[in-house]
């Protein structure tokens, strides 16, 4: 049988759908729970830009904040694609160096150790995190996380650092789609066009990280989690090797802990993250 699950098919979606289903999810929520707006954490590539843009659609300029926030890997570039986007949004800017503040973990813990080069890049992820809340607090605002569905779903973002957000608006829509939600949003092509890199440590690309593509990834995932095919299944019908199909579900089942809140020992009668639910915005009593 001729591999079904395509590209093509992720990418063949309704954009103005999913651009109008943002926006109201963004706007609907950031008003029920009474806050003055969102800070976002703006990086020159796409996942943020996408965020931003959809961020200004749902709650006005003047609702945004962004900060951007270089350390000594990101490239020159970033800071310009970044500061651009702010100028074109028309939204308020910090820019924060970072560099300094990460220079004082590795002078200040007698453990710390400069080759550990996946630790410390989470410092920065971490460090960043931090300062978005510094402006969440001063502002009544609320932090917008920039990860999407292919990066959820297999982890590739730092725990408690770029994954320490309030809300993720994008984080149902794969990689692939994302840059073509950006095309429609007008971003620049030096924005649409860059590869996705985290940039936490020099030459660091994600799709060398992880050795796949986010073609693949993708449309791996698309068969795996919305289709729901055990690898073997996924195989026939996207036509990609066994071997990176359990890679990538590999990936998925052993991330499960960054997309949950603390797991709690049962003691009482309910229990947090167990058996007790409860909206987030519910004001009843
Ligand atoms: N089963 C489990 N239950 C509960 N907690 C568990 C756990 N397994 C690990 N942990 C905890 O999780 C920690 C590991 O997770 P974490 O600290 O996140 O570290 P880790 O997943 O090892 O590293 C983060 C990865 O995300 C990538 N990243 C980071 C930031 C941004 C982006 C991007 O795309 O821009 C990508 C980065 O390049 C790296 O590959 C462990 O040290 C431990 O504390
Ligand atoms: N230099 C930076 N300044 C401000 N925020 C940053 C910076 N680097 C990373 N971030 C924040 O961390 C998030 C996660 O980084 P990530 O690289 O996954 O996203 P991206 O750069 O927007 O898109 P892509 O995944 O395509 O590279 C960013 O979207 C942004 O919110
Ligand atoms: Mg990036």
């Known amino acids: 049988m001729q591999p079904w699950i395509t590209l093509d098919r992720i990418l063949n979606v309704n954009y103005d759908y999913i651009e109008r ?6 706007r609907t929520y950031v008003n029920s729970v009474g806050a003055k707006g969102a ?5 020159g590539g796409i996942d943020s830009s996408v965020t931003a843009s959809l961020l200004v659609r749902a709650l006005g300029k003047d609702k945004v904040l962004a900060l951007i926030m270089p350390y000594k890997t990101t490239p020159p570039e970033d800071v310009k694609d970044a500061i651009q986007l702010a100028q074109m949004l028309g939204v308020k800017y910090d820019v924060v160096n970072i560099d300094p503040i990460r220079a004082s973990f590795s002078s200040t813990i007698p453990a710390f150790k400069e080759s550990e080069i996946v630790a410390n890049g989470n410092i920065l992820a971490r460090i960043r995190m931090t300062i978005l809340y510094y402006y969440a607090n001063l502002n009544n605002m609320i932090v917008a996380g920039t990860g999407d569905k292919s990066e959820l779903l297999i982890g590739y973002f730092t725990k408690y650092g770029d994954g320490g957000v309030d809300i993720l608006p994008i984080g149902d829509v794969y990689k ?17 066009t860059k590869p996705s890199s985290p940039r936490l440590w020099e030459g660091q690309t994600a799709e060398g990280e992880l050795g796949v593509s986010y073609a693949d990834i993708d449309v791996i995932l698309h068969a795996l989690v919305d289709l729901r095919m055990n690898p073997q299944k996924a195989q026939e019908a996207t036509g990609k090797p066994l071997n990176l199909i359990e890679q990538v579900w590999r990936r998925v089942v052993t991330t499960e802990h960054k997309r949950r809140t603390p ?12 058996d007790w639910r409860m909206p987030v915005h519910y004001n009843g009593y």
């Open 263 to 274: 797991v709690v020992p049962r003691i009482g009668l309910r229990t947090i993250g167990l």
């Open 21 to 26: 289903r943002i926006v109201d999810f963004i």
């Open 39 to 43: 800070v976002i954490g703006l990086s």
């Open 176 to 192: 692939s789609q994302v840059r073509m939600l950006g095309r429609r949003l007008g971003l620049p092509d030096s924005i649409v």
